[in-house]
């Protein structure tokens, strides 16, 4: 009877054994919500994650030459012209070692502790149940930001605007000029608070969506989080730009308050949406391409090590 709450929670509706553990596991079944090994989540979500920022790195570098302080680019087309143009094609990829690091170990983390946190939620009654992907991204996202987000995207806005090329020699560059590993951590509550509010919108999103898909078809999983990424743009752009201009070189310890109303003064509301079209371009995409990964691996790694009821 000991295996019966983590069987219960990874099939189809179970009856209770009366216990309040069981009766968890089984409320988190009934509802759908499946329980995965922990080490399934973490090596799917790293390898979408490394996937997907492979493909739209130059994206992301557009984008934060765009929030930058000092920029005087129009629009990402031109960044990136600019740059293949005066530096070779590998110019827009400056940065791109730590974010794949960054990025693989986010999404690990990410799928962790979602995967970890939607069973314990979805175990709660009261909790309505297109909340609960909603809720399980929030604290993902928080969980993210503080292990691996701020420090891998404190020094890639660092070598983006050095237009760094990435070498071990410049990681290490980067991590004294930010003064330190504890420096690494500049910006902290504002890349907690971006990445609550992408991956509570993000996952709430296609959580909802891929409930009403009518089949598990790949397509299907890249159409939903094409629409995910989409959303989770224009709702928690202003959080990504205050995050890059605290973490941009010279940037002065100021709260994200002061940040935002200072960015308003400067480029009108318009400007806390800066950068927006390489984030739309990226976060389409990878939104579409992580979950289409996620969802493949996983399935892969169900048929290498099944749960405890399929062995």
Not at 73 to 84: C, D, Q, T
Not at 130 to 155: C, K, R
Not at 207 to 221: C, E, F, H, I, Y
Request: charged share 15%.
């Amino acid at each position: 009877m000991a295996s019966a709450p983590a069987a219960a929670a990874a099939t189809a509706p179970a009856v209770s054994t009366g216990t309040a553990p069981a009766m968890s596991a089984s409320t988190t079944a009934r509802r759908g919500m499946k329980k995965e090994k922990p080490w399934h989540s973490f090596v799917a979500g790293a390898i979408g994650g490394s996937v997907e920022i492979a493909i739209t790195y130059p994206t992301e570098f557009a984008k934060t030459q765009l929030q930058l302080p000092g920029n005087r680019f129009a629009n990402p087309i031109a960044v990136l012209g600019h740059h293949v143009r005066t530096y070779g094609p590998l110019a827009i990829y400056s940065g791109l070692a730590p974010m794949v690091a960054g990025n693989a170990a986010k999404a690990a983390v990410r799928f962790l502790a979602y995967d970890a946190i939607k069973v314990r939620v979805a175990a709660l009654d009261f909790v309505p149940r297109p909340l609960v992907p909603l809720l399980a991204g929030l604290g993902a996202g928080a969980v993210e930001a503080v292990t691996v987000v701020t420090p891998s995207e404190t020094l890639k806005t660092r070598m983006v605007a050095a237009r760094n090329a990435g070498t071990p020699l410049a990681v290490t560059a980067a991590i004294r000029e930010v003064g330190g590993v504890r420096g690494m951590w500049r910006g902290c509550r504002a890349v907690v608070a971006r990445q609550a509010a992408n991956s509570a919108v993000r996952f709430g999103v296609y959580g909802v969506l891929r409930d009403k898909t009518p089949s598990d078809s790949p397509v299907w999983a890249f159409a939903c989080g094409m629409v995910a990424g989409t959303v989770t743009v224009y709702a928690t752009m202003p959080l990504d730009v205050v995050k890059t201009k605290l973490q941009a070189p010279g940037a002065k310890a100021r709260g994200m308050w002061a940040v935002a109303t200072q960015t308003v003064k400067e480029d009108g509301v318009k400007g806390l949406w800066r950068g927006a079209t390489p984030r739309l371009a990226r976060l389409v995409f990878s939104g579409a391409i992580v979950f289409t990964v996620y969802e493949q691996v996983m399935r892969g790694l169900r048929v290498l090590d099944p749960p405890r009821d399929q062995e």
